[in-house]
């Protein structure tokens, strides 16, 4: 185990000390491989090719020869074998399969592919993060290429209406990246293979495109939501501070009506205990705002943004309601056999109607109501909470709708404390709200402790700081009943002063695999190479961590770094220690219902 950690770190120093060689190696040698396939070669162009060829031979031995996994290393790196071995083949030029045509332009094709292959890790080398400047320039670096090959295979003194230029070929190639076609296509087997790679590569980047400009838009609309919030925000702080006349109880607001934000809650570590406070559950789903206003059924998130494609089931089940006219305050749930699910509510965020049709009949959620803030073109946000509690049981008992639920609420301390104490992962606390209070759209006006519990793990992993070289964030993760460590979550509340040390201590135990089973995620779209980058560790340090809720076996946040558990056994870690969901057949006893 020592002698592979030892070699892990070798190889991680090695690429350290040769990125910049090396890149600029896998630079000189594109540019060789591009003039020798358009201008034909020199001695001079032979003799460094040649030079450069070894040394990435060597390279490649001392890689291969420091490797823990000889095979897993073959996996990753075939095709830089293939293009080192290609350049071998000049030397047995005598053979009569390599003199024919077709021989030497199967090699070119060999040699044009594992030469972009290295010029593509050359270029994720020397670019830190895979973003839009990566893509361009491994687009330059493929037309590039491409073009040399193609000027080589579908060359006008060897194919009639072939490319007569390096030029020519170039532009061509652009258009087929780019998608946009031409009207001449390649004769020849090998131009015809070359010419599926890069427009397969014109595919790819064309989505890449099509998804960068998609995340700019979606990016531009959650913004704008965000500052609609702001000004709401800003609008109930001017009538406060008699910028606008208040309104009465009863008295219909339509800005509130037309685009409500709905009130939200200061984090605290305890159940305030003085007299006034109403407590309730917080439920674990998503906030929703019920509004309706004849036919027209909306269901609002937190956000600002309609629900209400997601949960056709609930908004039929609104439509049932004798009540033609009102706003509620609630959040939707979602019952999986006997458990609350929320992983099951973030599936029904597909874009396909079908799958979302499919899984409202299959797994329909509900709507647990604990305000009411319109009813029959009456405004009752004004009212303080005691009378909007009342006019909301009232509501509820009149209407009798399957899958419309009325949320617990008392004002007895210590049953809140027991709902904070017993209650499951259905639950992520527990709220207090002022009994002579109005509702303050948009504004942080009432309490939430939320459950805090606690899990040993192993510490399968960690990622850097950014631009540091010190810790950023360890990995966590339990054993399964399959005997796998599994990736449960990250912690990052690491103090400042520890991380040296703490750095020093981890590089000496990097050992992969790091997990056995479900590892974190690689670079993406929504997490770049610093993010997704990991280094794994041997399953030797078990950390206690502090958490709040757990959705499909994994942390939903990120938890809190309590202590070190140098007594406990590394395999002792399972998922047997995380914390239940609550069962609906609990909720009855839980509450007294």
């Not at 200061?266 to 309706?292: H, M, S, V």
Request: glycine share 10%; net charge positive; proline share 5%.
């Amino acid at each position: 185990m020592a002698s592979a950690r030892l070699r892990w770190r070798l190889l991680r120093d090695m690429d350290e000390w040769l990125a910049v060689p090396m890149v600029l190696l896998s630079l000189a040698w594109l540019a060789i491989v591009v003039w020798e396939l358009v201008s034909g070669t020199t001695q001079l162009l032979t003799t460094v090719g040649i030079v450069i060829w070894i040394i990435f031979i060597a390279e490649y031995v001392v890689r291969f020869a420091l490797a823990p996994d000889k095979l897993v290393f073959l996996r990753h790196q075939w095709l830089p074998l293939i293009a080192l071995a290609v350049p071998a083949l000049r030397m047995f030029r005598a053979f009569a399969f390599l003199r024919a045509a077709r021989g030497l332009r199967g090699v070119r094709l060999v040699r044009i592919v594992g030469t972009a292959n290295r010029s593509m890790n050359a270029l994720k080398a020397t670019l830190e993060r895979r973003g839009f400047g990566y893509v361009a320039g491994l687009t330059l670096l493929v037309i590039a290429l491409g073009a040399a090959g193609m000027l080589n295979f579908e060359n006008a003194r060897d194919v009639e209406g072939g490319f007569t230029s390096y030029g020519h070929a170039l532009w061509w190639t652009g258009m087929l990246v780019a998608s946009i076609g031409t009207e001449s296509w390649p004769v020849t087997t090998e131009g015809r293979l070359l010419t599926m790679l890069l427009a397969t590569y014109g595919l790819a980047m064309f989505g890449y495109v099509a998804a960068t400009f998609a995340s700019f838009f979606v990016g531009r609309d959650a913004e704008e939501k965000k500052w609609t919030r702001r000004r709401q925000r800003g609008h109930c702080r001017a009538v406060e501070g008699g910028a606008a006349p208040p309104r009465r109880a009863g008295q219909a607001d339509s800005r509130a009506m037309s685009n409500p934000a709905p009130m939200e809650a200061l984090l605290a570590a305890e159940l305030p205990e003085e007299q006034g406070w109403q407590y309730e559950p917080k439920w674990d789903g998503f906030r929703c705002l019920a509004l309706r206003d004849g036919d027209d059924i909306q269901l609002i998130s937190r956000s600002g943004k309609p629900l209400g494609r997601y949960f056709p089931e609930v908004v039929a089940m609104l439509a049932k309601v004798g009540e033609k006219r009102f706003l509620l305050d609630g959040e939707l749930i979602l019952p999986i056999g006997d458990a609350l699910s929320f992983e099951a509510l973030q599936m029904r965020l597909h874009p396909a109607e079908s799958r979302i049709r499919k899984l409202s009949q299959e797994t329909p959620a509900e709507l647990m109501l604990f305000d009411i803030l319109s009813l029959a073109g009456k405004a009752q946000d004004a009212r303080p909470l005691r009378d909007r509690r009342a006019a909301l049981e009232r509501f509820h008992a009149s209407q009798r709708v399957a899958g419309l639920l009325l949320s617990p609420a008392t004002t007895d301390l210590a049953t809140a404390r027991g709902w904070l104490e017993r209650s499951g992962g259905a639950l992520d606390g527990v709220v207090a709200k002022r009994l002579d209070q109005p509702y303050r759209f948009g504004e942080r006006a009432m309490v939430k402790v939320k459950q805090q519990r606690t899990a040993d793990c192993v510490v399968g992993g960690f990622r850097y700081a950014e631009k540091q070289k010190e810790v950023g964030s360890l990995l966590l993760g339990l054993y399964g009943e399959d005997g796998l460590l599994h990736h449960v979550g990250f912690t990052s509340a690491i103090a400042a002063r520890d991380r040296p040390a703490l750095t020093e201590r981890l590089e000496k135990l990097v050992e992969p695999p790091g997990f056995t089973g479900n590892a974190p995620g690689g670079p993406s779209r929504w997490a770049n190479a610093r993010t997704g980058a990991w280094e794994p560790l041997a399953p030797e340090l078990v950390a206690e961590v502090r958490y709040d809720q757990v959705t499909g076996r994994r942390f939903r946040h990120g938890t809190g770094f309590l202590r070190w558990r140098p007594d406990k056994e590394p395999r002792q870690c399972t998922f047997d220690q995380l914390a239940p969901e609550l069962r609906p057949s609990e909720l009855a006893e839980l509450f007294g219902a």
